[in-house]
């Protein structure tokens, strides 16, 4: 086989390969506000990117150069409310109730019911709950590890409030950001992993 021949045929092989990695990439946002509709509380507009979103759409499968994740972190940071009273830790029971509820926001919910943190779908927090997700870092003993001083407080409420305040393109929702929960209901799930007396701390 002469080499002329050999890179024919290379090019040959590669001919369809070339042809579909040159086809345009459709927009998947279009395409999937053609497959759904609204329905009740869940409509549309939730396929609209902010520019976090965008941004992390963009970075998807690549490390983001420190400056991007800076730009991410402070936009989002820029976002977070503390507790109107100054108080972050409200009632572990009640955060109890938030961390393991999973409704809310989904077409078939009751929008008059209280929307859910769903929290053990991601991590592990009272050692006595068997089911939990690992997508998140554990957080059994939480508050027992850290103690609570005001900077940890503040932090582990911007991370409840708007997770890409400290994590750029974090997966974990920004309950306080989007509206998910409620600041009453944020200040309870606080009290959820700082309080001593809170199946975390166990
Ligand atoms: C969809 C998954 C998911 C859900 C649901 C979720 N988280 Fe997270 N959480 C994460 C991930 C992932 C991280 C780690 C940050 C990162 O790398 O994105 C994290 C980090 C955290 C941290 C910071 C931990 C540290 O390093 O100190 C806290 C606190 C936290 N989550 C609390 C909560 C609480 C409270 C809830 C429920 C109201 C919750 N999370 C729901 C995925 C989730």
Same mark, same amino acid.
């Given at each position: ?32 506000? !053609?497959?759904? &509709? +609204? ?12 520019? &976090? ?11 983001? /150069? ?6 991410? /972190?402070?936009?989002?940071? !820029? ?15 009640? =955060? ?19 929307? #859910? ?10 050692? &006595?709950?068997?089911?939990?997700? /690992?997508? #998140?870092? @554990?957080?059994?003993?939480? =508050? ?9 407080? *503040?932090? !582990?409420? @911007? ?10 393109? @974090?997966?974990?929702?920004?309950? #306080? ?10 200040? +309870? ?6 309080? *001593? ?6």
């Amino acid at each position: 086989m002469n080499s002329s021949f050999r890179v024919t045929a290379l090019l040959l092989c590669m001919g369809p390969l070339v042809s579909v990695l040159a086809e345009p990439v459709p927009d998947l946002t279009a395409t999937l506000k !053609a497959a759904f &509709t +609204d329905k009740r509380q869940a409509t549309l507009d939730r396929l609209d990117q902010d520019e &976090t979103q965008k941004l992390c759409t963009q970075l998807r499968d690549q490390v983001p /150069t420190s400056e991007l994740s800076q730009k991410i /972190t402070r936009m989002n940071l !820029a976002t977070v409310k503390p507790p109107a009273d100054g108080k972050y830790l409200g009632d572990w029971k009640a =955060g109890e109730v938030v961390a393991s509820t999973g409704t809310g926001l989904q077409s078939s919910d009751d929008p008059a019911k209280p929307n #859910g943190g769903n929290c053990y779908a991601c991590h592990e927090l009272a050692p &006595t709950e068997m089911a939990y997700g /690992t997508l #998140g870092p @554990s957080l059994k003993h939480y =508050g027992k590890l850290r103690g609570q001083d005001p900077a940890v407080l *503040a932090y !582990a409420w @911007s991370m409840v409030y708007n997770s890409n305040s400290y994590a750029p393109c @974090s997966n974990m929702p920004r309950f #306080g950001h989007r509206g998910i929960l409620t600041e009453q209901q944020m200040k +309870d799930v606080m009290a959820y992993l700082f309080d *001593a007396a809170s199946p975390v701390n166990q």
